[in-house]
């Protein structure tokens, strides 16, 4: 679990040398599906996504020579290789990661919910890579505060990040009650700081202070997070969005 508690705590360094050490246990060493699930997780938030996609053929090849098993508790991580590929344009072979994490026991209405946390932030994290900030807040529609939300077990450690694109989504869709978002955000994202820094950023976009999300690019990049390193240059240098 040190590993989920690195994502929780928006870790990603120490996150991915936890995943890392899982994958080196040596009973793992024929079973690449068991060893690589924590590292895809951690690499797609990331966005190394080269390494997620060559690992990801790792992780299928050895899911289907143990015999397609069904393990729910694996579903996250081609998920997360169904977003990579969602990012790199591929919707073909997202469609296919979406059918695996739903042949590992995780059924499409689960995976259109919010009570695991995981699937909302996944989606809304494409969401808004595509521009979509409208579809983003009817992904992330629920309250941050919702108690119908992450009512699944290991669910709340998904909401730092859900807290972030919540707000990140209202302001880029110029929903009415963004500010208040902000606010609300800050505070469920307070301990994880690359969930607080795209908070700050929300904020940022919010008040039109490209400056300030300019310097949120350093930080992003001194927390190991390359691709909210490039969202933030892209956000800090492409134009202002319309109203």
Known sequence: ?????????????????????????????????????????????????????????????????????????????????????????????????????????????????????????????????RADPAAAVRRLAGDIDDPALFRAFASMQWRPWYAALWAEAAVLDHHPDAPDRIVRSRHAARDNPIAAAMVERAEAIAAGDRDRSGRLAVRFAQLGCPYQQARTVRIATGPRPSR
């Open 1 to 129: 679990m040190a590993a989920e508690v690195g994502l929780a705590a928006g870790d990603l360094t120490g996150a991915a040398a936890q995943a890392q050490a899982l994958a080196a246990l040596p009973f793992y060493r024929d079973e690449a599906h068991l060893a690589l699930s924590r590292r895809l997780i951690v690499d797609a938030l990331a966005g190394r996504f080269d390494d997620v996609v060559r690992a990801g053929e790792r992780f299928r090849a050895s899911w289907e020579r143990a015999g397609r098993p069904v393990a729910p508790n694996l579903a996250r991580a081609p998920y997360a290789v169904a977003m990579v590929h969602g990012m790199l344009g591929d919707d073909e072979q997202r469609a296919a990661w979406i059918r695996l994490t739903i042949d590992l026991g995780v059924g499409a209405e689960a995976l259109a919910g919010s009570e695991r946390g995981w699937p909302a932030v996944f989606d809304g994290l494409l969401m808004l890579h």
